[in-house]
Structures are given as structure tokens and as C-alpha cells.
């Protein structure tokens, strides 16, 4: 599979060199076609809107369902387009922003280490590039050698590989931070007397099945929810806090730090998870289209 790779990867590097508002063309054409013609999901996205929003009429789902859609497109073209960003080229388009710095700097520095909960809203893609977002060209207190970026290795060995490039393509210097989330739990322990900052997606279904898995009220919705970050959190006495991603305009992304707990060990996973879908959903309720509803987070209810 190593020519299908370099090709694949050829063709996505060429592609990124191209200015930003280029893909947001193209992300046009990727949105009609993955909602009108391949018809990609449609049928779980509205069955997820019409679960999570049972106050709103069938027109105004397929209106969120829409505006979804058109930001899927957007998502893509703006993940191709970082897999060819430079710290100086993300200087320039400043597609994220940082606010709430200071309270994360805070729990850092007042506790061992820091998990950040994140999901699927905003561009998850975009969360490698944490340290090539300072752009005022400051050293700040959070770089490579103490981010920490967790992922759930893809099915595709190629694919992997590619997205691993595509995801920390602005780094210069190496970065062991990219952590498989199978290897979190070895790797904090190893690293528990340096503080670092763990950064966990973590509203998916959980990975592995328990025999009495954590149910929380999410969306309307009894929802078995991953419990590995709060545990690890609990465990090593982290703080914790969550990861708000509102989108400004197309483009244009905010990274909000807002703190859940500065112990956990002081917690229940319950109460910290609890507290983690409390805050998405808020955020969920301001801008609908702008969480992945094609995944079928509820699949106790949606199987």
C-alpha cells in the first residue's frame, strides 16, 4: 500500500497549497453532493436532530440539517487546506483564536496536569495545531513538550498514516504528544511528576463495552458515555476542563477553555462527565449545525 499512500498524500499536499476561500469553493460542490446525491447519513442526522430537538417542527430540522451539512463541507475543505498550513500561513488566516488562556494557565499551574474535554463540534481536525496558534509571537507557557493531542487510531493503516500528517502538518519540530488512546493511561503514568495538558475527545460511544457503563442525559436522550479521560483525570488528581468551539464566521473558530473541576480526585466520573455534556449541549443549543450528527452517538436508541 505504499504507492496508494504517497499518491493520496501527493494529491492532498498539492491540493492544501491552494488558498483557503479556493476549498470553501469546492466545499460547496463536497456539501451538495454528500447531501443531495450520495445522500451520506441524511437519514441518522434527522433522526438525531428530531431526538435532540423535539420542540422544533420538521422544517426547521431540515434547516439545521442543511446548514450541517454545508459546514460538513466546509470541515473538509478546511482539514485539507491545514494539512499544508505552515505556523506562518495559520498566522495569517488566523483560523482559530484562543479565549479563556488564562484559566487554563491557571489550572495548569495550580494542579499535576490538565484534561481538556473535547468533541466533535467546531473543526476536531484542527486541535493538532494548538501550539502553531500563537500568534502574537510571544513564547507562550503551552508548546510541544507538554500538549498532549489523544486519538483513536483509524481501521486503515493508511489512512492513519495520512491523517496523522494531515493533523500535525504546521509542527517543525517532533512531537510525541499524539497519543493513540490506547497508549494514554501508560504514557500518564510514565509522565505523572511532568504536568502536562491532555487534550480527550470524548463524547463519542465508548470504545470498549463495560458491564455497567456510565449513563448520562445528553440531548434529550439517555446516553452511555467514555468515561477513560475522567478516570485517568481521577486517578492522577488532574484538573479538568472543557473545550467550547463556537464558530465565528466560516473560517474563523474560537477555543474556549471553561473549567469543570480543579481535583477530579475530589469528583465522581459521573459528576465530571455529567458536567462535560451540561456544557455541550449549551453550546449545542446556540449553534445546532455545528456538531457531527452523523455519528450515531445513541446507538442503544438508533441501532
Same mark, same amino acid.
Given at each position: 500500500?505504499?504507492?496508494?499512500?504517497?499518491?493520496?498524500?501527493?494529491?492532498?499536499?498539492?491540493?492544501?497549497?491552494?488558498?483557503?476561500?479556493?476549498?470553501?469553493?469546492?466545499?460547496?460542490?463536497?456539501?451538495?453532493?454528500?447531501?443531495? !446525491?450520495?445522500?451520506?447519513? $441524511?437519514?441518522?442526522?434527522?433522526?438525531?436532530?428530531?431526538?435532540?430537538?423535539?420542540?422544533?417542527?420538521?422544517?426547521?430540522?431540515?434547516?439545521?440539517?442543511?446548514?450541517?451539512?454545508?459546514?460538513?463541507?466546509?470541515?473538509?475543505?478546511?482539514?485539507?487546506?491545514?494539512?499544508?498550513?505552515?505556523?506562518?500561513?495559520?498566522?495569517?488566516?488566523?483560523? !482559530?483564536?484562543?479565549?479563556?488562556?488564562?484559566?487554563?494557565?491557571?489550572?495548569?499551574?495550580?494542579?499535576?496536569?490538565?484534561? $481538556?474535554?473535547?468533541?466533535?463540534?467546531?473543526?476536531?481536525?484542527?486541535?493538532?495545531?494548538?501550539?502553531?496558534?500563537?500568534?502574537?509571537?510571544?513564547?507562550?507557557?503551552?508548546?510541544?513538550?507538554?500538549?498532549?493531542?489523544?486519538?483513536?487510531?483509524?481501521?486503515?493503516?493508511?489512512?492513519?498514516?495520512?491523517?496523522?500528517?494531515?493533523?500535525?502538518?504546521?509542527?517543525?519540530?517532533?512531537?510525541?504528544?499524539?497519543?493513540?488512546?490506547?497508549?494514554?493511561?501508560?504514557?500518564?503514568?510514565?509522565?505523572?511528576?511532568?504536568?502536562?495538558?491532555?487534550?480527550?475527545?470524548?463524547?463519542?460511544?465508548?470504545?470498549?463495552?463495560?458491564?455497567?457503563?456510565?449513563?448520562?442525559?445528553?440531548?434529550?436522550?439517555?446516553? !452511555?458515555?467514555m468515561t477513560g479521560a475522567a478516570d485517568l483525570a481521577r486517578k492522577?488528581?488532574?484538573?479538568?476542563?472543557?473545550?467550547?468551539?463556537?464558530?465565528?464566521?466560516?473560517?474563523?473558530?474560537?477555543?474556549?477553555?471553561?473549567?469543570?473541576?480543579?481535583?477530579?480526585?475530589?469528583?465522581?466520573?459521573?459528576?465530571?462527565?455529567?458536567?462535560?455534556?451540561?456544557?455541550?449541549?449549551?453550546?449545542?443549543?446556540?449553534?445546532?449545525?455545528?456538531?457531527?450528527?452523523?455519528?450515531?452517538?445513541?446507538?442503544? !436508541?438508533?441501532?
Open positions: 500500500m505504499i504507492i496508494p499512500r504517497v499518491i493520496v498524500r501527493s494529491l492532498m499536499r498539492l491540493l492544501a497549497l491552494l488558498p483557503l476561500r479556493v476549498h470553501y469553493a469546492f466545499a460547496r460542490v463536497v456539501s451538495w453532493l454528500a447531501e443531495k !446525491v450520495f445522500r451520506y447519513r $441524511v437519514a441518522d442526522v434527522m433522526v438525531n436532530l428530531g431526538r435532540s430537538f423535539p420542540e422544533r417542527d420538521y422544517s426547521e430540522l431540515k434547516t439545521i440539517c442543511h446548514r450541517f451539512y454545508r459546514h460538513f463541507g466546509n470541515l473538509v475543505a478546511e482539514a485539507v487546506w491545514f494539512g499544508g498550513s505552515s505556523a506562518r500561513r495559520l498566522h495569517r488566516q488566523r483560523i !482559530v483564536e484562543f479565549d479563556g488562556l488564562d484559566e487554563l494557565t491557571r489550572l495548569y499551574e495550580s494542579s499535576p496536569s490538565v484534561m $481538556v474535554l473535547m468533541s466533535h463540534s467546531g473543526n476536531w481536525e484542527l486541535y493538532g495545531g494548538f501550539a502553531s496558534f500563537n500568534y502574537t509571537g510571544k513564547p507562550m507557557i503551552f508548546d510541544n513538550s507538554n500538549v498532549c493531542i489523544v486519538y483513536l487510531q483509524q481501521s486503515s493503516k493508511m489512512w492513519d498514516e495520512i491523517m496523522r500528517r494531515n493533523r500535525l502538518a504546521p509542527m517543525t519540530e517532533p512531537f510525541e504528544g499524539y497519543l493513540e488512546s490506547r497508549r494514554i493511561l501508560r504514557y500518564a503514568i510514565e509522565h505523572r511528576n511532568e504536568k502536562k495538558v491532555y487534550n480527550f475527545i470524548t463524547d463519542q460511544y465508548p470504545y470498549f463495552s463495560k458491564k455497567d457503563p456510565l449513563h448520562v442525559s445528553f440531548m434529550n436522550q439517555d446516553t !452511555v458515555t492522577l488528581g488532574m484538573s479538568v476542563c472543557f473545550l467550547s468551539t463556537p464558530e465565528v464566521e466560516r473560517g474563523k473558530y474560537i477555543f474556549r477553555y471553561i473549567p469543570i473541576c480543579q481535583n477530579a480526585s475530589e469528583s465522581t466520573s459521573e459528576e465530571i462527565m455529567s458536567k462535560y455534556y451540561a456544557l455541550l449541549e449549551e453550546d449545542i443549543r446556540k449553534q445546532p449545525w455545528n456538531y457531527l450528527w452523523t455519528h450515531r452517538r445513541w446507538k442503544i !436508541v438508533n441501532q
